[in-house]
């Protein structure tokens, strides 16, 4: 038994530790003194929680757990175990040689889980596809080790709470909440709108209707809102409503045959819109009347969105209203008694637009906050503009692409700030957290109104109506960029497959040092059955209920591990799962001994286009040092035409580990050791059709891409193999000088390929220009096969393009787009469990700016440290042809001092450059 880790807890009376095994089990240890000397030394049993690296009590009586693998775990400490009847075990207990002492692991006792921190690490392979038709691809994983492993879906968005969900008598448009008393901490009604009514709830234990509200419910309501301190105004097309707390009700008739078109209220003003585009004001005076401004003001185009900001603490009124009109403009108005009404400022549009809301973002206990106004066109974009709380001015725009329909926008309270929730296609919600702006979408369903909701259930949430429903929403997890769904998995994932037509996984899970399901259950009745044996005639039946006991014992491996069969055991399945409700659909079981190691989905050509395969390369009495091998085979299943069941046809002997398959051609490439093999189908076994035993060590990777096949050796990089049919030979063509132990590679064109290695580095490799011409006009073909290598390789080098040390191994790469509409980037999984993207630039000057902002951020913002960035960096290969990007953004934590330093010697203010990060992010994704 070995400890992995351990905790001390210290207290003015007593101390202990808590020791982790590599099983799990934690030991609390405490210590017998004599003077300062430790006469004895006690261990118990105390829980089993997941393998850890570290641990950590915390003074509050909490234990945290930071996993090896897989998400780490907050737990309380409920009991310190002291008063239980586990068995103590010490030092000066006598102790016969070969005796052992033993404890029995149970479920969680002194240890309460409270909270789990999600980890994906480690990543073993990603790809990113969209399987469940919702525009934006999901990243799709095979995550952690052992009993511990689990698929995750991970969707860009925030994790959204379904509070409640009621169904309405109708198809609702508009909802409003309001509190009655402006110092009520929580909401008092929901107003819902529908086509000729208005339906009033109030808010308690539940959510019912009320009729004593003062609200006029025969008619659509325009807007609401609670006015000065008590009061309430109800904004409806034929006039206004003002209900104060005594139910008194004042009313405002529009004028002759006009009705109101538009409106914007806050808890002090109200600006309406009548039909024909004029506009009239009206503001609470201190009696808390609502008195109209004796002018109006006649737009030169229809309104068609209007919005008022809060009123700010200690003033009377928000000076500026922003008006969209038809014309494809917004201009900001003025409120201001001076010169009430008179135009301020004016912004063209690229489109209509379809709301407006003017928001406070950014204020913090020291900062004062921005005013931003959000608009939202008609053609499914989002602008963020600054507006000037002195002058009105319009300035710094952002622009993001959000969905398919008009952009409605509804101002809600998040972390005690103003935000903004954005519906298009897909709802998204602009807050402003741990000091930077978030622009996420929700993981939820398509809504159509919304508004702020706040009740002690849920303090900070947002109800919505989607449809013929109400939905009370609350989101949680702010501030993360994605959210998953977590499937388990029994053993550690190796690789799997996405079947093209129903987008279901094919998954190969395989573990050493395992035993699989049924030898696990054989070894345990054996276990049993010694129990009996060696007891004593007088002790049978008690021998008989501890066998009885140990049977029927289900200790989870989740949480409790696997039994460890020993070095050379292997346990393999394959299965099919549907990653979005993540039921398996088929599972078959390898017998003990026999490792999968590679997959690949395929059709043959000889079989028919109808006819699809899946290809399993297993190692059987596979040991791994020394290393020895007993036999390997390539297992052919028949898929069938749902992707839901695996037929098994044959099995073909190799005679070598095959680490790589890849279809090519209507055939199928497997590389066994330092061979590369092309197999055809069939009917006893897979025919051998053409092989290259020419690789330096062992093929670690193989992708194929038109005639051209990229291969990748375990410890000498990438060489590109041609395949001539007329001579049906494999011929290695071009190969690199430098010494790379490859991991994964990712085709990016004809002529250049991606690759990772085991040393944490990124690096794209390219063919000298006009080598592919040569080769591919080379008549007779076989100028590459008997050209004289150069330093004992192949004819023509690959030349380096890029270097890029990441600091993590990489385990998949893939050219992916992330958002829909955006462009193509390199996406990389770590190891460690970080996602990351390599982007190219599209233009020369981009280049520039950004190669300069990485040289000064080097200078001014060295890291925590002390290394040096350009040394890291560069760690195994000089950093070449790449831009520190997360070095880059660390811009807008910066001292604003340094910002405007940095960026006057760039010739442009720190707003333009923050512009150009946040452009060139959401250009490639999130």
């Given at each position: ?14 101390f ?18 004599d ?21 950590c ?41 070969g ?60 994790e ?22 402006a110092?009520d ?31 006029l419910?025969?008619t ?14 109800q904004i ?11 139910k ?19 808890q ?19 009696t ?11 737009m ?18 928000c ?5 969209g ?31 407006l ?5 950014g ?16 053609n ?9 709380p ?16 008009p ?8 972390q ?21 702006f ?10 159509e109104?919304?508004s ?11 109800v919505?109506i989607s449809?013929n429903?109400?939905?009370?929403l ?34 190969i ?7 699989t ?22 002790e ?6 501890m ?16 039994p ?19 039921r398996?659909?088929?599972l ?7 490792a ?8 043959f ?8 395969f ?5 190692a ?40 790589s398959?890849c ?14 093999r ?45 395949y ?87 385990l998949?790469?893939?050219?992916a ?30 280049h ?8 000064h ?15 890291f ?14 070095l ?6 910066m ?7 940095i ?12 512009k ?11």
């Amino acid at each position: 038994m070995i400890f992995v880790c351990s905790a001390a807890h210290k207290t003015k009376s007593m101390f202990f530790f808590l020791a982790q095994t590599e099983q799990g089990d934690i030991f609390k240890i405490t210590l017998e003194l004599d003077d300062d000397m430790v006469t004895e030394i006690r261990l118990k049993y105390f829980d089993t929680v997941p393998v850890a690296s570290s641990m950590c009590v915390l003074k509050t009586g909490f234990l945290f757990v930071a996993s090896e693998f897989g998400n780490h775990y907050l737990y309380q400490i409920a009991h310190l175990g002291d008063d239980d009847d586990e068995p103590e075990f010490s030092s000066a207990m006598p102790l016969e040689e070969g005796d052992t002492f033993f404890f029995a692991p149970r479920i969680l006792r002194n240890l309460v889980l409270v909270d789990e921190l999600e980890s994906l690490s480690p990543i073993i392979s990603c790809q990113v596809a969209d399987l469940a038709n919702e525009d934006t691809p999901q990243l799709y994983m095979l995550c952690g080790r052992g009993p511990r492993s689990s698929v995750r879906v991970l969707r860009h968005g925030l994790e959204v709470s379904e509070m409640a969900v009621s169904e309405l008598p109708g198809n609702p448009n508009a909802v409003w909440t309001v509190k009655r008393r402006a110092d009520d901490e929580f909401d008092s009604y929901i107003i819902v709108s529908f086509v000729n009514a208005t339906l009033v709830l109030s808010i308690g234990e539940t959510v019912e209707e009320v009729t004593d509200s003062g609200f006029l419910g025969t008619t659509p309501t325009l807007s609401c809102s609670a006015l000065g301190e008590d009061a309430l105004v109800q904004i409806y097309p034929d006039g206004i409503r003002h209900i104060r707390a005594d139910k008194r009700v004042n009313e405002w008739k529009a004028p002759g045959k006009r009705a109101i078109f538009r409106c914007a209220v806050n808890q002090r003003q109200v600006v309406i819109a009548l039909t024909g585009g004029e506009l009239v004001y009206f503001e609470m005076d201190p009696t808390g009347q609502l008195n109209e401004y004796t002018e109006r003001r006649e737009m030169p185009a229809d309104v068609v969105c209007m919005s008022l900001g809060t009123v700010p603490v200690g003033e009377q009124r928000c000076r500026f209203l922003a008006v969209g009109l038809a014309d494809s403009t917004v201009r900001i108005i003025s409120l201001d008694p001076s010169d009430c009404l008179s135009p301020l400022s004016m912004q063209a549009l690229p489109a209509r637009a379809e709301s407006l809301c003017i928001v406070d973002m950014g204020s913090g206990e020291e900062s004062q906050g921005t005013l931003y106004l959000n608009i939202g066109l008609e053609n499914g974009v989002l602008l963020r503009t600054v507006l000037d709380p002195v002058t009105g001015d319009l300035a710094d725009t952002r622009t993001r692409y959000i969905g398919s329909r008009p952009v409605k926008l509804f101002r809600i309270r998040m972390q005690g700030g103003e935000a903004v929730l954005a519906m298009s296609s897909r709802s998204w919600l602009s807050y402003y957290f741990q000091n930077r702006f978030h622009l996420t979408p929700l993981s939820y369903e398509t809504l159509e109104y919304a508004s702020g909701f706040s009740s002690e259930q849920c303090p900070e949430g947002v109800v919505a109506i989607s449809t013929n429903t109400l939905r009370i929403l609350a989101m949680e997890k702010l501030g993360a960029v994605f959210n998953q769904m977590s499937f388990p998995l029994e053993y550690t994932p190796k690789k799997f497959a996405i079947h093209p037509g129903t987008g279901n996984l094919i998954i190969i899970e395989s573990d050493h040092n395992a035993y699989t399901e049924d030898v696990k259950k054989q070894r345990r009745i054996q276990m049993a059955d010694e129990m009996k044996e060696a007891a004593g005639p007088d002790e049978q039946e008690l021998a008989q209920e501890m066998a009885d006991a140990f049977l029927n014992e289900d200790l989870p491996d989740t949480v409790f591990g696997a039994p460890k069969a020993g070095p050379g055991m292997w346990a393999s399945i394959v299965r099919i799962m549907d990653p979005i409700e993540g039921r398996t659909f088929f599972l078959h079981r390898f017998e003990q001994n026999e490792a999968a190691m590679s997959l690949a989905y395929c059709k043959f050509a000889s079989q028919g286009e109808f006819q699809q395969f899946v290809l399993i390369g297993v190692a059987k009495d596979f040991q791994l040092a020394p290393r020895t091998i007993g036999q390997c085979y390539i297992y052919t299943f028949r898929l069938n035409q749902e992707c839901n069941m695996l037929e098994y046809l044959h099995r073909t002997i190799v005679d070598e580990v095959p680490y790589s398959i890849c279809p090519f051609k209507g055939k199928i490439l497997i590389g066994l050791g330092k061979t590369l093999r092309l197999y055809d189908f069939g009917k006893k076994k897979l025919l051998k059709k053409s092989e290259n035993k020419h690789f330096p060590n062992m093929i670690v990777h193989i992708t194929a891409y038109g005639n051209r096949i990229y291969v990748s050796d375990v410890q000498e990089s990438v060489h590109f193999v041609r395949y001539k049919r007329q001579d049906n030979q494999l011929i290695l063509f071009a190969d690199e000088t430098n010494p790379r132990w490859v991991t994964v590679t990712a085709v990016l064109d004809y002529d250049t390929v991606a690759v990772a290695d085991k040393f944490g580095n990124i690096g794209v490799l390219r063919l000298p220009p006009n080598t592919s011409d040569d080769i591919d006009e080379d008549p007779s073909g076989t100028k590459a096969l008997w050209d004289r290598g150069v330093l004992s390789g192949a004819s023509n080098k690959l030349e380096v393009l890029c270097n890029f040390h990441v600091g993590e191994t990489v385990l998949s790469l893939q050219k992916a787009t992330l958002i829909p509409g955006g462009n193509e980037s390199l996406v990389y999984t770590t190891i460690s469990g970080s996602v990351g993207i390599l982007v190219p630039f599209t233009s020369n000057e981009d280049h520039d700016f950004f190669l300069h902002l990485e040289m000064h951020m080097r200078s001014e913002n060295s890291p925590l440290c002390g290394r040096d960035h350009l040394s890291f960096r560069s760690y195994y290969f000089p950093v070449r042809n790449v831009i520190d990007g997360d070095l880059c953004e660390q811009f807008n934590s910066m001292d604003p001092n340094k910002q405007r330093s940095i960026s006057e010697d760039l010739d442009r203010n720190p707003n333009e450059v923050s512009k150009k990060l946040e452009d060139i992010r959401t250009r490639f994704a999130f």
